[in-house]
């Protein structure tokens, strides 16, 4: 659909400045755009998944685990996140950026074959965690800017004091937390296998199944509009249905 719309729009100023008569993306019918439901965890498989966390992986990995969890932000949003970004008095963290890794280099703002950008659709929020998650990141990142403060000279980022990054201070591609996440699965067969990117959708069902409303769900995740929200989430409604008529 993208392909079409980008093409679409080049045959129509083909016809505008008269280099063809007609354009070919006429009357062509697209099919409809679908949404491929995300897998997602129950409570009980969250449990089990922080217990495997915990026994077998550092703690800035179950931190990242946990982070996904509790606030559905994406990969790249967690991978960019600041000490700036946390607020301990109301226990919020404000999600306004997302690293991306470049296809190419020749671009200014790439560093380390990252680029620093705004969220998706420059959607900025502000997404309350609960006090232990806070907690823990707190711990998290006072650790961290000790160890930062020793390199002096050797220091990355020197602007920047990501939350998670390498001892350098040069953040993670976002690409290899989903690796990890890749290798932790395969270590871990008990677990149900989902993709890293399902921990947001796993946020999600069970605040649908906690009969939060979708709108408040919507602006966690940074979605555009209640539709997106609708139309990846829809699937899961008839349980909160059936609540409401209970009520």
Not at 30 to 53: D, I, Q
Not at 141 to 153: A, F, I, N, R, S
Request: glycine fraction near 4%; hydrophobic fraction near 35%.
């Amino acid at each position: 659909r993208n392909i079409y719309k980008a093409f679409a729009s080049i045959m129509r100023a083909a016809v505008e400045w008269e280099l063809i008569d007609e354009s070919p993306c006429r009357n062509i019918k697209l099919p409809k755009l679908t949404h491929e439901e995300g897998k997602a965890y129950s409570e009980s498989e969250v449990r089990l998944l922080l217990e495997r966390l915990s026994e077998r992986e550092s703690p800035e990995k179950r931190i990242i685990v946990e982070l996904a969890i509790t606030s559905g932000a994406r990969q790249g949003e967690i991978a960019a996140l600041e000490e700036k970004h946390l607020n301990p008095k109301n226990n919020t963290i404000f999600i306004e950026q997302a690293l991306v890794v470049a296809k190419k280099d020749e671009f200014e703002q790439v560093r380390d074959g990252l680029i620093l950008k705004e969220t998706k659709g420059k959607r900025k929020r502000l997404v309350t965690i609960s006090e232990y998650v806070m907690n823990e990141l707190l711990r998290w990142v006072t650790m961290k800017k000790y160890q930062l403060e020793q390199l002096g000279e050797e220091r990355k980022w020197k602007e920047h004091t990501f939350l998670f990054s390498d001892e350098y201070g040069k953040p993670y591609r976002p690409d290899s937390i989903s690796q990890w996440w890749d290798r932790f699965m395969d270590r871990n067969p008990d677990l149900k296998r989902i993709r890293f990117h399902d921990l947001r959708h796993t946020s999600a069902s069970l605040l649908i199944e906690a009969g939060e409303h979708l709108k408040a769900i919507q602006y966690r995740l940074g979605h555009a509009s209640m539709g997106t929200t609708m139309n990846t989430y829809g699937h899961l409604l008839p349980g909160a249905d059936q609540r409401a008529a209970s009520h």
